[in-house]
């Protein structure tokens, strides 16, 4: 089974970094596409950052773009968030996912998407 846990999330103040870890298991990692995801208080999901195992590939949301980057230890099969130069509307919590199959069509920026989710952690960017 796929399990995916999240950690790294923290009270920041504006202009400060984190960097978030989802440690990954049970999924093909080659074939696979990993994820991150966020949600404030009353909006909907919207999509970070993404990668595809396989091809290297990174994707990010043009609100986080130059400020984040997605990475990973294959090793270990952890992929990281790093963030910098946070903002307070950037508080929100964030959700690793995976999707386990990453075809010709897949976007990365649908949630949809997605076959497997985190719990999440939660950052909080300060003022």
């Known amino acids: 089974q796929v399990q995916l846990v999240e950690s790294g999330g923290g009270l920041v103040q504006a202009g400060g970094s984190l960097r978030l870890s989802c440690a990954a298991s049970g999924l093909t990692f080659y074939r696979s596409a990993m994820g991150w995801f966020r949600q404030a208080p009353g909006k909907e999901r919207e999509f970070v950052a993404a990668?595809?195992?396989?091809?290297?590939?990174?994707y990010y949301a043009d609100s986080v773009k130059g400020r984040c980057a997605i990475s990973r230890d294959a090793a270990a099969n952890t992929v990281f968030l790093q963030m910098n130069n946070l903002k307070p509307e950037d508080t929100a919590v964030y959700y690793c996912a995976a999707a386990k199959f990453a075809g010709y069509s897949i976007t990365y920026y649908n949630p949809e998407e997605y076959d497997y989710w985190g719990q999440g952690t939660q950052v909080t960017v300060s003022s």
């Open positions: 990668f595809s195992w396989g091809g290297g590939r990174t």
